[in-house]
Nanobody, 111 residues
Framework: VQLQAYGGGLAQAGGSLRLSCSAT????????MGWYRQAPGKQRELVAL???????NYADSVKGRFTISRDDAKNTVTLQMNSLKPEDTAVYYC??????WGQGTLVTVSS
């Protein structure tokens, strides 16, 4: 498995969850890493991306609530999700370069 996602689960609105994704070293070192999500009946959408220099981009819907970070020593990218809303409910996918995808992890936020 080249991308392995961890975390997710159930949270109440206003709560927090953390997602992590580990990659092989060669993939991690050359890739923009990030997270997309897909809610039921909707298209997959960008959540956040982080480049090799640490520069990050976020979807407007998560700015100020989610933080993406990368640990180069552990080849891991983490998405800290705070102030969760029911509309954050989705399957979250880790990506490397938007060409490789993890298996998806479900995040459910109850109101």
């Amino acid at each position: 498995v080249q991308l392995q996602a961890y975390g997710g689960g159930l949270a109440q609105a206003g709560g927090s969850l953390r997602l992590s994704c580990s990659a092989t070293r060669i993939i991690f070192s050359v890739s923009v890493m990030g997270w997309y999500r897909q809610a039921p009946g909707k298209q997959r959408e960008l959540v956040a991306l982080i480049g090799s220099t640490g520069s990050a981009n976020y979807a407007d819907s998560v700015k100020g609530r989610f933080t993406i970070s990368r640990d180069d020593a552990k080849n891991t990218v983490t998405l800290q999700m705070n102030s969760l809303k029911p509309e954050d409910t989705a399957v979250y996918y880790c990506t490397a370069g938007m060409t490789m995808w993890g298996q998806g992890t479900l995040v459910t936020v109850s109101s």
